[in-house]
């Protein structure tokens, strides 16, 4: 029979992210199992967006230290992931989105993040195809950026299989295996992994592996749609990833074009807010265009940490639109868990029981 120290579920940002974190942190006989091919879930779909400009300072503070991995990946893990590092524009057009992201902007400066508040018409300055009638304000980082996440994937991968885990694909976990309220392997189709240890990170599917061996994680899945124009419209490359909260509509320059999304998944409910923000968007034609899955949490935050009720079953999913960005210090936090070291950051608050009916939620106002 086979048999491991840990399986991690999910061939994701998060699952290769804790594959090659464990592996780093010397712990070597892991086995990634993934259902179909590494990286085909949300990850595969997401706009890449990089921000340290989140409400909840756990979420700063996981993306400041994810950021520190993303500038140095080509050096950690030989792969080159395109990170743009060209700043996030949050545009505001009410006073209570400006008080939020001032508030904001005082807890990210608390962690030396350099945020900072601008008026309309500064706004306009750095990029000017905007209409800014409405706005009253707007928010700006240089640190953030985008990044191309399949190839996050594919480095976390290769330099997790360099270091001795094995990656599976379309390999499907069926079981997690439970016996006394200990984790004691998992069922992949006919076979059995001899486990004490599973690494849950299996994305929008989380809820249904956790569900195999009892545990609840209320995962829920909401389709968005990314669409991609060849045409740039007269949008000057290296304009930052510029989203119109209010509407969730954002756009960032890929290649010769332009990525835009947004909150509203039919084109014609998009365009309308798209085109009042970015008129140009109106004279460039759609070239292509897919969609994905947000992994959901009811308050819109993580559920990372150890089942408390199954030793050895470890959790990071529900990420609710921003799990791309977090992957690395994610990854990291769960390795020190299983590993047993001392969390760099403390993720407590992320556990599941927050929904008990006991639990206190800890609600993410920036999600897009
Ligand atoms: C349109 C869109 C835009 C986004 N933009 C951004 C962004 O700009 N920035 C950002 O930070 N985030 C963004 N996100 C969110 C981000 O994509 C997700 O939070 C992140 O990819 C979650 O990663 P994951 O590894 O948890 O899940 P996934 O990438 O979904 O990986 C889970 C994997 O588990 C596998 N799996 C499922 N069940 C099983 C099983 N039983 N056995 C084995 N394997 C299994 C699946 O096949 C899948 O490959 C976006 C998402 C979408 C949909």
């Avoid at 998060?14 to 179909?36: F, P, R």
């Avoid at 599917?205 to 209320?218: D, F």
């Avoid at 004279?283 to 408390?308: K, R, T």
């Amino acid at each position: 029979m086979v048999s491991c120290d840990v399986v991690v579920v999910g061939g994701g940002c998060i699952g290769t992210s804790v594959a090659y974190h464990l592996a780093e942190a010397g712990c070597t006989d892991v086995v990634l199992l993934e259902a179909n091919t590494l990286g085909s879930g949300s990850t595969s779909k997401a706009a890449g967006g990089i921000r340290m400009q989140h409400g909840d300072s756990l979420n700063t503070q996981l993306a400041h230290r994810s950021l520190a991995e993303f500038t140095r990946f080509e050096e950690l893990t030989g792969s080159e992931i395109f990170f743009h590092q060209v700043g996030y524009l949050f545009l505001l057009d009410s006073q209570l989105d400006l008080d939020l992201f001032r508030a904001a902007a005082r807890m990210q400066r608390s962690f030396g993040i350099p945020v900072e508040l601008l008026s309309p018409q500064a706004a306009l300055e750095v990029v000017p195809q905007l209409d800014i009638d409405g706005l009253v304000g707007a928010t700006f980082c240089p640190l953030d950026g985008y990044a191309t996440p399949e190839s996050v994937v594919q480095g976390y991968a290769s330099a997790a299989r360099r270091r001795g885990v094995q990656i599976r694909q379309g390999e499907q976990v069926t079981r997690v295996v439970t016996n006394h309220g200990r984790v004691i392997g998992v069922d992949v189709g006919d076979e059995h992994i001899s486990t004490p240890a599973v690494v849950c990170a299996a994305g929008v599917a989380s809820g249904a592996v956790a569900a195999t061996a009892g545990v609840e994680l209320p995962v829920s899945a909401v389709r968005r749609r990314i669409f991609f124009s060849k045409q740039a419209g007269g949008v000057s490359d290296g304009i930052p990833l510029t989203v119109d909260f209010a509407t969730g509509f954002y756009f960032h320059r890929e290649g010769p074009g332009l990525v835009f999304g947004g909150r509203e998944f039919e084109p014609e409910d998009l365009m309308e807010p798209a085109v009042r923000r970015l008129p140009a968007l109106g004279d460039v034609p759609i070239s292509s265009y897919w969609h994905g899955d947000y992994d959901m949490s009811p308050d819109h935050n993580g559920i990372v940490g150890e089942a408390h009720q199954l030793a050895g079953f470890y959790y990071a999913t529900g990420f609710s639109g921003h799990g791309f960005q977090l992957s690395p210090a994610v990854g990291e936090h769960v390795a020190e868990l299983v590993t047993g070291r001392m969390p760099t950051i403390d993720l407590a608050p992320l556990r599941a029981e927050r929904f008990a009916a006991d639990g206190t939620r800890r609600v993410e106002r920036i999600v897009i």
